[in-house]
Each structure stands twice: as C-alpha cells, then as structure tokens.
C-alpha cells in the first residue's frame, strides 16, 4: 500500500483536476491535516511541486510514453505526474517512486499498474528529454521549463519580451518566502518568536517581516505572528487610518482587516464579506488575534448595506489571483483568458457601488493580487475619466520603491513575493 503522505496528495491533486476546491481550501481538509507533522510536510511537498512544475514533468512524461497525455485516463495522469516529479525533483530514491506509484495504481487504476511501472522506470533509467533552447524557442521553454500554459506564456512573452517573461516563470517557480508579521497586543511577541526559533529580518513595509529560518508554526495558531505576503501587507498600510471609519469591503479571509485594526486602534473598521463561510474564517481569525474595533458584516460590495460615508474604503478586489501563481500554483491551471474580462466587468461594478460611500477628502484604495493590466490599471483609468471627483494620490514614502506610474505595484521577479496592484484614489 503507498504511503498516506502519498495517498491523501493523489487525493488533493485529483480533486484540483477536477475543478474542486481551491487548493488552500483543499489542503486544509480533515485528511491532510490529521497526518502527522513529517508526512504532511512531504505532501505538501508533493502537491505544491507538482502542480508548479506540471508543465516540465508532462515533457518529461510526452518523451517517456507511446501516446498523448491527453488519452491518458486522468487518474493514471496524476499518478505519472506524482511519480515523476519525485524522479525528476526530489531526493527520493527511484525504486521508492516507482514502486508507490504502482501502489497508487493498484489502488486507483489497476488496470494502468503495468503503464505506471514502464514509464517511470524508463524516466528513471532514461533521465528527462532536453529542454527547448530558450534563445530560439523562447516560446517552447517557457512551457515546458517555465511551467506555464501556452496563452499565459505566449501573453506574458508579448508583454514582457523574453527575457521578462522568463524572469517572472522563474521567479513563480520558486516558493515564496514566508513573510508575516507579529501582534502589537501581545507584549512578548519578540521574544516568544525568537524562542521558537525563528530568526527575521525587516522588509521594506512597515512591520513586514521574512522569516529565514525556522517556522511560525504555534505561534499562527495562538494569534502571535500572522503570515501575510508583504505586498498584502502594503495594501492594508495604504488604506489605514489613525481614527475614524474605515470599510474593508471585500475582507475575508482578515488579514487586511486585522491589519486596519492595528494601524488604527482608534479608528472603526467595518469588514465586509458577502460568503456566509469567508465570514465565519474572518469572525475565527478577529476572535485569535483580537481587535475590538472590527465589526463584521454580511454584505455584497456590489449592493453595500451602508448609509453613513468612510473616511477610508479598501476594496481588495475579487481577482483572477495571478499574481500570486507562486503561492498558490493550482490557479495557473485553472485561469482561463476569459477570466480576466470576467474579473474585471465585476471589479467595475463593485468601485461604482464603493465610490459614493467614500466623504469628501477621504480615499479609496483599489487594489488587486493580479498583475495583469485588465484587471488594474484597465479598471481605474476608465473609473477615473467618469469620476472628475476622485485623483490619484501619492504614497507614502516607504512605499516609493512600489511606484509605477500613478500606482504601486509588487513583482515577484523583484520583490520576491506575491504580485500587487494598487491605487490610492482620493475623492476631492
């Protein structure tokens, strides 16, 4: 029988295929987390790397097999993908991935053990193909290689030029480094960090930090550090205020809004959320890590149930999430060049709904997890041409090194995270 660790990642991945949960939804599921920590470490492993690397293990797989991946029954496919991945990336000895994937097999295709075994001994024996030569097939490596569909490849190749767009597949191949930041309600929050071992050191955000070495771990669990990408934390910084009232209108899952709450501890903070379960994630995060002056609120930002303006309005925008394919490498699967017009339709309606709720000298930042134009500066440069009342406003000045034209922006190719959108829109 394969291992669980093995078992319960053709599980997640079986489901991501499928179109199911998305995949940080999935991997916090009762049969993920009720491994052991060491066997959960691996499966996570397992997942994230296969799925960031799909592109480069279906090349590896397309010279191993006598037929197209695409007649592949999709459960032998994952196998294979599993399979391979630990051949061609991990230090796990051949005959071991071999041998469970033929477990795996057994299990879920028993007719396919004898594919699973030839295919992955041959990938063993054989090692991979050559990878396309980027300077003639830029194109080519950067699907296979660079682990991109063909239209986001071919997208980021005209936008970008080759060599900008190989810098940001590579730099989505790469795990993001684990950036968090501490409670200022829990007084010890330092030394409690550096007895866990975890040593840090400050980014350019404002209580932003990088954890390069150890792991947050308990302290997550207890409301001690929050893990939040720096250009998430950016976001919040632009938008808080000293005092008085702030809406965060699309706040699930928290972090921004907890965020807002420290900023400010004077100011009232309001957060929105139109999923009945995102709010019951956001009301659990506000109940670990506190902040009294947050009030959660059931509402569809496209129809705000408010009646009174604020001073301040984040609108962290549905989004097709692009920016953050390193992070969560399942969505370079399932977005399609459809998405980013669909995106950005609902991001026009839902600034409309928002603008007239912003007082007069207040701001609204716009801001998204994409870093794709339609969604960004596609949606605020037409909002402002039909809204004489509202002009763009300058940074802080921490938050220069972001700047990009009238907006910021964070580049995983550059600062080594997640990729942010934002505009801070002041209302005259």
Request: charged share 25%; aromatic share 4%; with cysteine.
């Amino acid at each position: 029988m394969a291992t669980a660790a093995r078992r319960v990642a053709f599980e997640v991945l079986s489901d991501t295929e499928r179109g199911g949960s998305l995949l940080a939804e999935r991997l916090a599921r009762p049969d993920v987390e009720a491994l052991p920590p060491r066997d959960r470490a691996f499966l996570h492993e397992l997942v994230m790397g296969t799925l960031r690397h799909r592109a480069l293990v279906d090349h590896a797989l397309a010279a191993a097999l006598d037929r197209p991946l695409a007649r592949l029954d999709p459960a032998v496919l994952t196998i294979l993908r599993l399979g391979a991945y630990q051949v061609l990336r991990l230090r796990v000895p051949d005959r071991a991935a071999v041998s469970e994937s033929v477990e795996l097999a057994r299990r879920a295709a028993p007719r396919a053990t004898g594919i699973v075994n030839a295919v992955l001994r041959r990938l063993a024996r054989e090692g991979p193909p050559p990878l396309p030569d980027f300077e003639r097939e830029p194109l080519a490596w950067l699907t296979t290689a660079g682990s991109l569909p063909g239209w986001l490849a071919e997208r980021w190749l005209s936008r970008l030029g080759p060599a900008g767009a190989r810098a940001r597949a590579e730099a989505f191949l790469v795990p993001p480094p684990t950036v968090f930041r501490l409670n200022p309600r829990v007084a010890d929050a330092d030394a409690r960090l550096r007895a866990a071992g975890v040593v840090a050191v400050p980014l350019v955000v404002p209580g932003a930090l990088e954890a390069r070495e150890g792991a947050l771990g308990s302290l997550a669990l207890e409301g001690i550090a929050y893990a939040q990408d720096q250009g998430s934390q950016m976001i919040a910084h632009l938008a808080a205020r000293e005092s008085g009232r702030v809406l965060d209108a699309c706040a699930a899952p928290g972090g921004k809004s907890t965020l807002l709450a420290d900023l400010g501890p004077r100011a009232r903070i309001v957060a929105g959320e139109i999923s009945p379960a995102r709010l019951g994630t956001l009301a659990s995060l506000l109940a670990r890590w506190g902040g009294d002056n947050v009030r959660v609120v059931g509402a569809d930002a496209r129809r705000p149930p408010f009646a009174r303006p604020f001073e301040s309005v984040l609108l962290d925008a549905p989004c097709s999430g692009l920016g953050t394919i390193g992070r969560h490498p399942d969505i370079r699967w399932r977005a399609r060049p459809g998405d980013l017009a669909r995106h950005a339709l609902r991001q026009r309606e839902i600034l409309e709904a928002l603008a007239p709720l912003v007082a007069p000298g207040g701001t609204l930042v716009y801001a998204t997890c994409s870093i794709e134009p339609e969604e960004n500066e596609d949606v605020i440069t037409p909002f402002l041409e039909a809204h004489r009342d509202f002009g763009t406003a300058p940074p802080p000045d921490w938050a220069r090194v972001f700047t990009d034209g009238t907006s910021l922006r964070t580049l995983p190719e550059r600062d080594h995270g997640d990729g942010f959108f934002a505009a801070i829109l002041r209302r005259r």
